[in-house]
């Protein structure tokens, strides 16, 4: 059931949220073991919350939106009196004393955390493995990956794990996870969700944000999330829409735009078919769509300055004692802060300016851009690796598999991954949905309109 099913049968005392939890319990002890989404999980805490909703249904007071609702947390998030890890072994056994505002809303909301989600070390790689927990499997084929960075996060509430899951997305972290996973998930605008305390990488570039298995489960979670607090100065002001109340008013009438590399990227062949497919089928929903051909250029290695330059001073304290716990694949990177100069990271900026003067020009003429949201589905998972680095016979990058993604978080614009076809081997392929700066709304009701025409939620792995 999505969570808005949930709220309704819960808020009508046709289910108990205590049985729900139950439900949502019994299958993480069966599936989790083997897909390894969720590390940390809070039982005695939750059976608490659930017990708790439901006399206050009995009692009839005010509910919450997500009254009762099984929802996790991805461990990069603080969790007050929770372990949250970072994936790191320098945080193995670190206890929050505070909530993120995102979990003290989603708790305010009547959600019931049921725990915290699997996450690379500190979220910055695209695919989700650690020293403390290791690998979280996909589960539509459990020797591939999930994705990154709320890789444990998606691959949860693909496995039924709870409808709901937190994210944040960095540089495609929210939305590479729902593409391979087959869910939906949304990168809201920068600042729409307040971020305290702050991450320890993509200080100017992370989101928070849903993943779900529907998009109105999304919009009312975004509901929740979204608003200004004083302790984030990046957040935005309030805005007088409900992303939920609005969702069906449909996009008839849209300009939309389609590219299949921005000018720069491989992609497999599979993923630009299906994606294409996709795209035009908007056609069929009033909307005038025409593929472009955009004079962009890739951000992947000021992507890379960024975060290794950001990591490395927010851990420079303790850097030595890091390398030597350090996930094997960052050793490498590590070593390359020595070869950065002030001016490759004041370059980062100007590089970013450029950008969005460069993708303002697409949508002075286009409502939204349509991209594939990874260039490959779902891969083999191997350990020291980030992903393929060969795609359709051509050589690409160590984050070239996920060019479509980073863009939008230089810019801060809105972008969410919809589920849109599978590959012949039955792994998801996600279409990328990106607005103008502000236009989160109508990212969901474009996303709402395309679930509505194509319907994704029968769809379930074969666990």
Not at 269 to 276: A, C, D, I, N, S
């Amino acid at each position: 059931m999505s969570a808005l099913e949930l709220t309704e049968a819960i808020s009508r005392g046709e289910l108990s949220p205590v049985d729900v939890l139950d439900a949502v319990l019994e299958r993480v002890k069966r599936y989790n073991p083997e897909i390894n989404a969720i590390v940390t999980l809070t039982e005695k805490s939750a059976r608490e919350s659930a017990e708790k909703a439901e006399k206050m249904v009995k009692k009839g007071e005010k509910l919450g939106p997500l009254h009762g609702v099984p929802a996790t947390i991805k461990d990069t998030v603080f969790t007050k009196g929770v372990r949250t890890t970072f994936g790191s072994k320098m945080y193995e056994n670190f206890i929050p004393d505070e909530d993120a505002v995102l979990v003290e809303r989603l708790k305010k909301a009547g959600a019931v955390i049921i725990g915290k989600t699997n996450v690379p070390e500190f979220g910055l790689i695209p695919v989700t493995d650690n020293l403390v927990f290791g690998p979280t499997r996909n589960p539509w084929d459990k020797s591939k990956t999930s994705g990154g960075s709320s890789g444990g996060a998606a691959a949860a509430v693909a496995a039924g794990m709870g409808p709901l899951a937190s994210g944040s997305d960095g540089g495609g972290s929210i939305r590479i996870p729902s593409s391979l996973c087959g869910v939906y998930g949304i990168k809201p605008s920068f600042g729409r969700i307040p971020i305290h305390p702050r991450p320890l990488v993509y200080v100017t570039t992370d989101c928070l944000g849903p993943i779900a298995r529907t998009v109105s489960d999304a919009a009312v979670m975004l509901d929740v999330m979204a608003g200004p607090d004083d302790r984030d100065r990046f957040s935005l002001p309030a805005t007088d829409v409900s992303y939920l109340e609005t969702l069906e008013n449909g996009i008839e009438g849209s300009r939309i735009a389609y590219s299949h590399d921005l000018g720069y990227a491989v992609v497999d062949p599979e993923v630009e078919q299906l994606t294409k497919k996709a795209a035009f089928s908007f056609e069929k929903l009033g909307c005038e769509v025409t593929e472009i051909k955009p004079d962009l250029f890739d951000m992947q290695y000021e992507l890379i300055t960024m975060v290794i330059a950001e990591t490395i001073t927010a851990n420079e304290e303790h850097l030595e004692e890091w390398k030597e716990k350090t996930y094997p694949l960052y050793q490498g990177y590590l070593q390359l802060e020595e070869t950065f100069s002030v001016r490759d990271i004041v370059r980062v900026q100007y590089k970013r300016e450029e950008l969005w003067g460069k993708m303002r020009k697409i949508f002075e003429d286009y409502d939204f851009l349509l991209t594939p949201t990874t260039a490959v589905p779902a891969f083999e998972l191997e350990e020291g690796t980030m992903g393929p680095t060969e795609i359709a016979g051509e050589t690409v990058g160590p984050v070239g598999w996920i060019a479509f993604t980073y863009p939008f978080n230089f810019t801060g614009q809105p972008a969410a991954s919809v589920p849109c076809g599978f590959t012949r081997d039955r792994l998801p392929v996600g279409l990328q949905i990106v607005g103008n700066r502000y236009d989160d709304n109508g990212v969901l009701r474009a996303s709402r309109a395309f679930e509505k025409a194509f319907p994704w939620q029968d769809k379930k792995p074969p666990l």
